[in-house]
């Protein structure tokens, strides 16, 4: 009977477009909601289901999460949400399809700057946003974010486009540490130093340093070691050798940092399996998965980055707190309109 209740409601939640990976011996499941990528997720869902036997039913989107569980409601499928950033972890806390959990176990591994007050979203792991500078035309070592308004970096530099909620992190760290005129003239003088309209993803910038169209560019820390391993695209690993990682303001604030992260769903209807599978994201084992095969940084203090990342140079955090960005994400869009930044450099 329980193996038949088992299918019936994998059969549901198939037809819903859930991908199903179930044991033979399930110890109940857990259903995913995830805007992480199914490769990166995998390795880590793998071992909880071999440790624990609940069998893990996981739901990709790109978009519309949030209000996929919304209009699901009371009914939603949904115990655990995964997603990267900031931006849409608030964002699901405030469109109420989150509930807060209190686990003494997660907040031993998850330091209080990189989880919610109320326990609504927990960051897994950090990602720097980095600069990428071309080993063969840029000479310093050291750069601040600052420093890309100067006129001498002009017709230089290269980002994806400014909306993309990577850049809006970064430009609501400057607002909070800047302020907002500041924020702007600072976000005017990198326009007029891109080289191109921004375009692609980060690592098409690195891509672009290759081909000499930009000596600098902004870009997320692990794409680096993704591209550095890249045994299905390897003309990625050229980009990579291309560049160097400058992780600015080591002087003074530390790199910007963002994260990827966890909630549990407001109506999880398998709220004890649910905590089972964040306690166990936020645990060395986990941790160190994220680490090895994504190349972000553990949240769990003592866990090590991989030695790929470690090669970088060592991060330094900006330990500003991650609902101060969010809390000025919105001028920062505002900001990234009103100076015509996706235009591209006014000639
Ligand atoms: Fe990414």
Redesign the pocket.
Known sequence: MQLLKTSLAALALSAAGLAIAAPAHADGEVNIYSYRQPDLIKPLLDEFTKETGIATNVLFLDKGLVERIQAEGANSPADVILT?DISRLTEAKDGGVTQPVQSDVINKDIPTQYRDPDGDWFGLTT?SRVVYASKDRVQQNEITYEELADPKWKGKICTRDGQHS?NIGLIASMIAHHGEAETEKWLTGLKNNLARKPDG??RDQAKAILAGECDLALG?S??VGLMQTNEKEPEQKEWAAAIKVLFPNVNDRGAHVNVSGMAMAKNAPNKDNALKLMEFLSAGTAQQIYAEQVYEYPVLPGAEPSDVVKAFGTLKADPLPLSEIAANRKKASELVDKVGYNDGPSQ
């Open positions: 990267v990602r990577y993803g980060d997320n692990y794409y």
